[in-house]
């Protein structure tokens, strides 16, 4: 059984007792950890008693532990999944080899800078979400969106980690410099797109988990495959934290659903607003954005960076393991998305540098599977409106889609006919507006926001109008 030494000032099982080099390196950064947190973290409610799980082993069963705790006091720890003995590289050049213990030689640099652009998106999400806790639709919520924060916080923890521990000097300026970064900041943005945005209520919030956490699930799923095995143990673990951020999205986005499901019916009507809730136009318009930024985070549809991770053994691809062909794809085929004049169209193209669009179609498919549940709450309540996934190509930053205009149903447009019907597709100032309208908190117990429903059931066993944060 991995325990955790909670003894410790810095809770771990990566033996850092035995290590004062990293255990020193790692609480010169905990008090500079600490000061990000109250200068970026959650505004407001940092001395308040917060329901929160804590990791307290890493086997899947007993893990976590629910308690009242102030964040600030949150044992935010280095926990990797238990090793798996004998465990070796499963694809590209080294495949079969040892799993390395050490950073190899060769791959140094870019091992780094894929643990860095992974540790960057932790800090980021929680700099996007600080101002929500003022306006939460309920206490359940409250707590939830809290959790997810300090889990971020102990996600940057466990980059910071691997870089201190792995990469010398080098790691702990990278160290440093996950601190300095801020979300949206002009001079020193966070490194990648959807991590600069704004998430500034509760509605992009749950979309935000939805889409872009996701996108973090299938980031981490594929660095877990990582020939590198402190990258893989540590990726293994906090997928298991990922998937509450996950669930919070897809029950979030399914509760504003039904709520508006329930509106619709009971008042014969399809406009919402007039009752407080947010229409499903609306709602698709924030489908849109939010998924478009998210598929960005995937990269290039061809790229020989992706190529390069892959042979190197350092990232793999979506349950590597199971997939019954070579783990090499030098002489595979990917069947990859392309543009032929004004349509869109698919073209086979190695395997190797498409690695890219084939996590992405993984991504792709798991995310309709929540849109598919949301239909059937729909459906339920009798009405025939269908909430989609846009076509991959529209509205992209990056990539081939990036050079052209790409309706929701996947037409490549003029400029004019997409000025015609942005409006229509993305959440414009005036749909801004209204939702923010709605971000009235709501902090008495078992009361809920009117424009979302209750969650099905509470956290942990504990009823829906469980005292989930202790407000004074
Ligand atoms: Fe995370
Ligand atoms: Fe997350």
Known sequence: MAGVDYGERIPNNVNLAGDRRLQRALEEWQPKFLDWWMDMGPLGFQQQDVYLRTAVSVDAQGWAQFDWVKMPDYRWGLFLAEAEPGRTIGFGDHLGAPAWQDVPGEYRGVLRRLIVTQGDTEPASVEQQRHLGRTCPSLYDLRNLFQINVEEGRHLWAMVYLLDAYFGRDGREESEALLQRRSGDRDKPRILGAFNEKTPDWLSYLMFTYFTDRDGKYQLASLAESGFDPLSRTCRFMLTEEAHHLFVGETGIGRVVQ???????????????????????????????????????????????????????????????????????????????????????????????????RLRDDYIADCQRGVDRWNQVVKRHGIDVELRLPHRGFRRAIGLFSEVKVSPDGRVISEAEWDAGKHGWLPTEADQAYIESLMQPVTERSRFANWIAPPARGVNGQPVDFEYVRLP
């Open 259 to 357: 709520r508006t499901c329930e509106l619709m019916r009971d008042g014969k009507t399809d406009d919402v607003r007039k009752l407080g809730a947010i229409d499903l136009a609306t709602l698709q318009r924030y489908i849109n954005f939010h998924y478009s930024v998210s598929l960005d985070l995937f990269g290039s549809e061809v790229s020989t960076n992706a190529a390069n991770f892959y042979t190197m053994g350092l990232k793999g691809r979506f349950e590597e393991a199971k997939k019954h062909d070579d783990h090499r794809l030098k002489d595979a085929t990917y069947t990859v998305n392309e543009l032929a004049g004004d349509r869109t169209t698919t073209r086979e193209m190695p395997a190797l540098p498409s690695l890219n669009e």
